[in-house]
């Protein structure tokens, strides 16, 4: 086969971390993997039972969704994000919000001569999704500072994986200014929104942020996280509507459709805030404890205020980081997976049991 669409594609980083993976296995007392924001709690039981409900579903579903799950999306945009103004034309659920990240740039038809800009600390699936449509991956350090010649789209994601940065209202504003000036479309990836831990996050579609415009901006969010739903795949779109309209249509032909129970279960999770407070405060108790053992064996810990990770550093290269805590069963991810700037840092997730977060604190000790 000729040029085959993978070879425009990084190495998938991970299978780097086999090795280290096999020695934090073999520790007597096992691994305490904490190289992966995967969820590990149970997803709440009005989730299952509205996912249950739904099992009857011999009918295609709709990409739209059903009117009670954009009801339920614009709903919780106004409560939640202080969103104004949303209708129906301002949502679009998606399968998952990597599926998104990916593909957008391609349903957007960018291609040879289009850009794409992240933050130069990133999740890698931006730079995936310009190079999957052969658009040009731009990543900037502030993003009004990008020559805006060529670029199509631009990404913000606050809290940032993988440093737990969130950008303030005036940061966010600025970018929102910027972007419209240029007639770049801006979308703002916030699906650690809820995980606020020594600041509130803000949406990208706050009237203080967009000045009650959605012109030009669209926030992506996700379920995974908030409500420990990875493995539903469920995620939505909240923002312009030329541009979700636009989506609708490609995603329509394409058949990218969010399953009827995980819809059903979506419109659940979102009518519920006291399953997010309780997983709040899991994972609070789980990022104090592994940040004050980094932090009493040595390690600084960088941003962070917010994300389900540590960003921490020994000064060292971060493969010497991984290879010595793998020594002592616990996995991390370097820090070069998210961009040469992060080669002296490591992720360290707090997404693992109380059990495994203890394990670790000892050793770390
Ligand atoms: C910044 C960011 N965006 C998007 C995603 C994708 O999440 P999902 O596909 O589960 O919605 C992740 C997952 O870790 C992420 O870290």
Redesign the pocket.
């Known amino acids: 086969m000729s040029s085959p669409v993978s070879a425009r594609l990084p190495v998938f980083p991970w299978d780097r971390l086999e090795p280290y993976k096999r020695t934090a296995v073999a520790h007597p007392d096992g691994i305490v993997d904490l190289s992966?924001?995967?969820p590990v709690d149970p997803v709440p039981e009005l989730v299952r039972r509205a996912l249950a409900a739904a099992a009857d579903s011999p009918g295609y579903p709709t990409v739209w969704g059903t009117v009670e799950l954009r009801d339920a999306l614009t709903a919780w945009g106004e409560r939640r994000l202080g969103a104004r103004g949303l209708t129906h034309r301002h949502v679009l659920p998606?399968v998952?919000?990597?599926?998104?990240?990916a593909w957008l740039p391609t349903q957007l038809g960018l291609g040879p001569g289009d850009k794409v800009a992240y933050p130069r600390l990133?999740?890698p699936?931006y730079e995936v999704g310009a190079k999957l449509a052969g658009a040009e991956p731009v990543a900037y350090d502030d993003p009004t500072e990008l020559d805006p010649a060529g670029l199509r789209l631009l990404w913000l994601?606050s809290p940032?994986?993988?440093t737990g940065r969130v950008l303030g209202k005036d940061e966010l504003a600025r970018a929102v200014a910027w972007a419209r000036e240029h007639g770049v479309l801006l979308l703002s990836?916030e699906?650690?929104l809820e995980l606020g831990w020594e600041t509130e996050p803000v949406s990208v579609l706050h009237p203080d942020v967009c000045g009650g415009s959605h012109e030009g901006i669209v926030a992506?969010h996700?379920?995974?996280?908030r409500s420990n739903?990875?493995g539903y795949?469920?995620?939505f779109l909240l923002g312009d509507p030329a541009v979700l309209g636009e989506l609708l249509q490609i995603r329509k032909h394409g058949g990218m459709i969010t399953p009827a129970p995980v819809q059903a279960a979506t419109v659940a999770a979102l009518g519920d805030e006291a399953h997010v407070a309780e997983q709040r405060a899991r994972y609070a108790a789980r990022r104090a404890a592994l940040r004050a053992a980094l932090e009493g064996g040595g390690f600084r810990v960088e941003h962070s205020e917010a994300?389900?990770y540590l960003w921490a550093t020994r000064d060292e290269p971060c493969w010497d980081t991984v290879a010595e805590l793998a020594g002592r069963g616990i996995l991390v991810a370097p820090g070069d997976f998210y961009g040469e700037a992060g080669a002296r840092f490591v992720r360290v997730a707090f997404t693992a049991t109380d059990e495994r977060v203890e394990a670790a604190v000892k050793r770390l000790g």
């Open positions: 992966v924001g995967t998606v998952g919000s990597k599926e998104l990240v990133a999740y699936t994601n940032s994986n993988p990836d699906c650690y992506v996700s379920l995974s996280k739903l990875a795949r469920a995620a994300s389900l």
